[in-house]
C-alpha cells in the first residue's frame, strides 16, 4: 500500500492509495498520533514505557509545514512547532486515518501507559 498522491485540504489530509481507496485524516489527529518516541514513549526490555510529560500542543503543533516521503515506506511530517521525528509508516497512516476520532480520544485519556 502507497500512496499516489497526497494532499493538504484546509486541516485535512487527503491520501489517495495504490488501490485507488481514499483515505482523510484530519492534521490534529496525525499530530496526536505521532509514533515517535518523544510522542509515543520508548519501551525498554522490560516492557516499561518511558514517555516524555505531556507536552502542550499549541495551534503551531497542528500545521503542517512540509512532508517528507522516507525510503517508500513512511511519510515525515513536519509541523510548525519543530516536531518532525515521527515517521508514519503508511499501513500505520491509513489505520490511523480508518481509526475513528473517539479511539483517538480513549487512547489519550487512557493513563494505562503514562507515566510511573
Ligand atoms: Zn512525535
Not at 500542543?57 to 512547532?81: E, M, N
Request: charged share 25%; aromatic share 10%.
Amino acid at each position: 500500500m502507497r500512496p499516489l498522491d497526497i494532499q493538504q485540504i484546509g486541516d485535512e489530509l487527503a491520501i489517495k492509495w495504490d488501490d485507488h481507496s481514499e483515505s482523510f485524516i484530519k492534521l490534529e489527529k496525525l499530530r496526536r498520533l505521532c509514533p515517535c518516541a518523544g510522542c509515543n514513549g520508548e519501551k525498554d526490555i522490560f516492557g516499561n514505557v518511558y514517555k516524555n510529560p505531556t507536552k502542550p500542543y499549541t495551534p503551531k503543533s497542528f500545521q503542517l509545514i512540509r512532508l517528507a516521503y522516507i525510503g517508500g515506506y513512511a511519510l515525515q511530517p513536519h509541523w510548525a512547532d519543530g516536531h518532525g521525528s515521527g515517521l508514519f509508516a503508511y499501513d500505520y497512516l491509513k489505520r490511523a486515518a480508518e481509526s475513528s476520532d473517539a479511539d483517538t480520544d480513549d487512547a489519550k485519556a487512557n493513563p494505562a501507559n503514562g507515566n510511573q
